[in-house]
């Protein structure tokens, strides 16, 4: 079964930058869209990132102008560049690959922000 892999999480203080990058485990034809969501406690899991097969992204308007998602799709992987990090962004990231038939999610990695 083809997983997804997250890694790059981690504690940083507010105003530093980190990097989350997502691999499949495994061959995943037709990815249509790649993904970045993320869930706080108590809260619901919300897009922070998307990209299209063709380069379109979409972002929240929380994290416009800070964070960049990318994809490569000869790998098949998904990176999120996020700069100025403040502490509401804290929380776990799932990184999403959407394909017409599944959804296949990665199992989270925590991004804490200390302010």
């Known amino acids: 079964q083809v997983q997804l892999v997250e890694s790059g999480g981690g504690l940083v203080q507010a105003g530093g930058s980190l990097r989350l990058s997502c691999a499949a485990s495994?061959?995943?034809?037709?990815?249509?869209?790649m993904g970045w969501y993320r869930q706080a406690p108590g809260k619901q899991r919300t897009l922070v990132a998307a990209i299209t097969s063709g380069g379109s992204t979409n972002y929240a308007d929380s994290v416009k102008g800070r964070f960049t998602i990318s994809r490569d799709n000869a790998k098949n992987t998904v990176s999120l560049q996020m700069n100025s990090l403040k502490p509401e962004d804290t929380a776990v990231y799932y990184c999403?690959?959407?394909?017409?038939?599944?959804?296949?999610w990665g199992q989270g990695t925590q991004v804490t922000v200390s302010s």
């Open positions: 999403n690959f959407g394909t017409s038939r599944y959804d296949y």
């Open positions: 495994g061959s995943i034809f037709s990815i249509n869209a």
